[in-house]
């Protein structure tokens, strides 16, 4: 059943990893809310939104309930949970895998080596599914946490656990042996709620919002003034620069050149632009990009 009062109703979680980033992407929507963890739901005050937080194990039911028509929660969990909530858009943050991981000196080295082996997980319905997909028929042993702990306790020969850096996993002398899932966080909705005539719409203009804002991340305005005949070495240097926009400068012979640039080749960029014959070069975060 939809939830009704004409306004919308996402999901995120209510105190944990995925909790800080959430409510910064939903404030660089422009988004105006007041957020505590001690508050269950907080409205937003310039868009038909409000914010319910719950613990992220629930967010999958929720939407799948139209209890909420979106949640914002891990891919891990969703698939843990199998509940029928359709992803809209992975959002680039929470990124974490599902990895089998051994005892440093197991004998065991690859996915048919498992054949016959018990698992310990919190995870078992995507291990099981992942096994099954896989053809290796091995024991799952359901654990509800310490799931490193369980091949030093002889309760399992490897484990199935979360992993983002796999320090842990080293520090309790593991090694990792296979992905079974990768993971980030995601925004999942109720399937009804995105064809419902008054919350589809809705839905509609957040995510064009939050498309724009993940479009703009780890990119950079890029403006720079250099003589109009440097231009085709200039486009090399930047080859997304298909169509720069040059405007000519009030100096004879001399334009300026504006192009958006990836962060992360920005200073390699900057230093071949000079040599191209480029200067004055400015760069400027982008907050959003709406194609
Ligand atoms: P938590 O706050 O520990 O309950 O984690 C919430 C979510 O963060 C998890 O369900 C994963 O989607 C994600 N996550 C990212 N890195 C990790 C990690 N190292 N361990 C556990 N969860 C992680």
Redesign the pocket.
């Known amino acids: 059943m939809l939830a009704t009062n004409g306004r919308l109703k996402l999901a995120l ?1 209510r ?5 800080d980033e959430t409510i910064q992407l939903l404030r660089s929507c422009g988004l105006a809310f007041e957020h505590s963890r001690q508050a269950l739901s907080s409205p937003c005050s310039n868009f038909d939104l409000d914010l319910l937080a719950i613990r ?1 194990d629930d967010i999958p039911e929720y939407v799948q309930d139209g209890v909420a028509h979106l949640g914002i ?5 969703l698939s843990e949970k199998s509940a029928r909530a359709r992803t809209l858009l992975p959002l680039g943050f ?3 895998r599902l990895m089998i991981s051994v005892p440093q000196r197991s004998r065991l080295r690859s996915l048919r080596d498992l054949n016959g082996t018990r698992i310990g997980t919190t995870y078992p319905v995507t291990l099981g599914a992942f096994l099954k997909a896989q053809k290796v028929r091995a024991e799952i042993v359901k654990l509800s946490g310490s799931v490193e702990l369980a091949p030093a306790l002889n309760v399992a020969d490897a484990i199935c656990d ?4 796999g320090s ?1 996993a080293r520090m309790n002398g593991l090694r990792p042996l296979l992905t079974v899932l990768e ?3 995601a925004l999942v909705a109720n399937p009804k709620s995105l064809s419902d005539k008054r919350t589809g719409p809705l839905i509609e203009r957040l995510l064009i919002r939050i498309r724009a804002v993940l479009e703009a991340r780890g990119k950079r305005y890029l403006m720079m003034n250099a003589p109009a005949d440097a231009l085709p070495k200039i486009q090399k240097v930047i080859p997304s620069l298909k169509s720069p926009t040059v405007v000519p400068l009030a100096a004879t012979g001399m334009v300026a050149v504006h192009s958006v640039v990836a962060e992360d080749v920005f200073w390699d960029v900057m230093e071949r632009l000079k040599a191209a014959g480029a200067s004055d070069i400015v760069v400027v975060p982008i907050e959003t990009i709406v194609r």
């Open positions: 979680q105190s944990g990893r995925l909790t992220d929660v891990g891919q891990n969990i929470g990124q974490c979360i992993v983002s850096t842990t993971s980030q966080a």
